[in-house]
Each structure stands twice: as structure tokens, then as C-alpha cells.
């Protein structure tokens, strides 16, 4: 079965200390590996694709890189207005119409 | 990114009243469009995937009678929530498939929160 785990659940972290986000999936095969952001009540917001191991994407503080088993979320010197939830979510081969995986996500929690 | 709109934000309503919510692709055409259930402080929940012109595809375990989809225009999907209880109040996001990178990823609407008194 198809399954996405995201850890920690929660992160608390003081105004310019780097850490890192998992997302361990594990599918049959791999179309391709998504984060989104999400602002409590409001739907999530696309931050990267990545489709093969070895990829990086990087955008402001933000760093996603991917394996054949996990991705990671760096976030580098993070503010408080990188507070978010954030989701990975992944897209089997095989997946029909745009259907994806959503994990449960890391609630991340900068303060200042 | 493609722009999704869903309208209203926010309903409040009363035990046993059916709740209309709508979904819009703003600035391109969605075949298909998806709507999602969040509870608080948990992930999405996938619940139906709306197909233009044709039924919509449930998940296992969410009832047809109840949540109503209909999608009758390239633009256009609506969830319609029948005989609200207030075990149905809940975050209800819908997403519509655009590019990202080359590759279909989904948009998401801002979302509905619904109350049922």
C-alpha cells in the first residue's frame, strides 16, 4: 500500500535555527514528490516537485532534496512567517487524474 | 500557479440543513477537480474526485447520498453537504490538477469552514 509518513508531528524552533523536515514514503513506484505549505484555514500552497533521487529544489530559506526512500525539508535560518503546517505528498505511477498522497504533515513553529 | 477560488469560507448552519459549497478554477479549465476533508491539526482527506460531464469517484467509506458533487462546467464544481449533522463540520478544500515542473501536480482552493449548530 501506498503510504507517506511525515515526522516530527510538531517543530519548535527559535528564530534562526536551521533544521529539517522528513517525508518517508513508500510506493510502487514514484511519479513524483511534492511539498506544500499550509497557513492555519487556509488551503495549501505549492512550494516544489521533485521527481528522481539526488534532485534539489531551493526557493528563499527553503531547501527540498529527495532519495529512493525520503525527501527533506531544509530550512535555513527560518523567521516566524515560516510558521506553517507543512505537507509531502506523493504521486505513484499508475496514479490516475492527478490523484496524490498526502502525509500529516509537520506543524513548524518558529519563534522570535 | 494556477488560481482556484471556493465560495463561501466560512457557513454556519443548523442541524439537518443542506450546505452548498463551490469550487472555481479561475484561469483555466479543470476536467477534473478534487475535494478534501481536514479535520484540526490532521492531513487531508481525499472524499471524491469530480469528473466534468460524468459521476464523481468516491473514496471509500464517504457516502454519495451525502456529500452531493456535481461538476457541470469546465470551471465549476460544487459539494453539496445534505442533512448537515454536526459531526460534518470540518475544513473542505478543493483542488483542481495544473503543471508544476512538468509534471500534474493539484492547486488548492483557500477552503470552506463549515459549522453545524
Known amino acids: 500500500e501506498d503510504q507517506v509518513t511525515q515526522s516530527p508531528e510538531a517543530l519548535r524552533l527559535q528564530e534562526g535555527e536551521s533544521s529539517s523536515l522528513n517525508c518517508s514514503y513508500t510506493v510502487s513506484g514514484l511519479r513524483g514528490l511534492f511539498w506544500y505549505r499550509q497557513d492555519p484555514g487556509k488551503g495549501p500552497e505549492f512550494l516544489f516537485t521533485l521527481y528522481s533521487a539526488g534532485e534539489e529544489k531551493e526557493k528563499e530559506r527553503l531547501k527540498a532534496t529527495l532519495t529512493k526512500k525520503e525527501s527533506f525539508l531544509h530550512i535555513t535560518a527560518p523567521k516566524p512567517e515560516d510558521s506553517a503546517t507543512y505537507l509531502c505528498?506523493?504521486?505513484?505511477?499508475?496514479?490516475?487524474?492527478?490523484?496524490?498522497?498526502f502525509g500529516s504533515g509537520t506543524r513548524l513553529s518558529i519563534r522570535p | 500557479g494556477a488560481v482556484v477560488s471556493q465560495h463561501p469560507s466560512r457557513v454556519i448552519c443548523k442541524s439537518g440543513t443542506s450546505v452548498k459549497i463551490e469550487c472555481r478554477s479561475l484561469d483555466f479549465q479543470a476536467t477534473t477537480m478534487f475535494w478534501y476533508r481536514q479535520f484540526p491539526k490532521q492531513s487531508l482527506m481525499l472524499m471524491a474526485t469530480?469528473?466534468?460531464?460524468?459521476?464523481?469517484?468516491?473514496e471509500q467509506g464517504v457516502e454519495k447520498d451525502k456529500f452531493l458533487i456535481n461538476h457541470a462546467s469546465l470551471t465549476l464544481s460544487t459539494l453539496t453537504v445534505t442533512s448537515a449533522h454536526p459531526e460534518d463540520s470540518s475544513f473542505y478544500i478543493c483542488?483542481?490538477?495544473?503543471?508544476?515542473?512538468?509534471?500534474?501536480?493539484?492547486?488548492f482552493g483557500p477552503g470552506t469552514r463549515l459549522t453545524v449548530l
Open positions: 469530480s469528473n466534468e460531464g460524468s459521476k464523481a469517484t468516491y
Open positions: 505528498a506523493v504521486r505513484p505511477t499508475g496514479s490516475s487524474a492527478s490523484k496524490i498522497i
Open positions: 483542488s483542481a490538477p495544473g503543471l508544476a515542473g512538468g509534471l500534474d501536480t493539484q492547486y
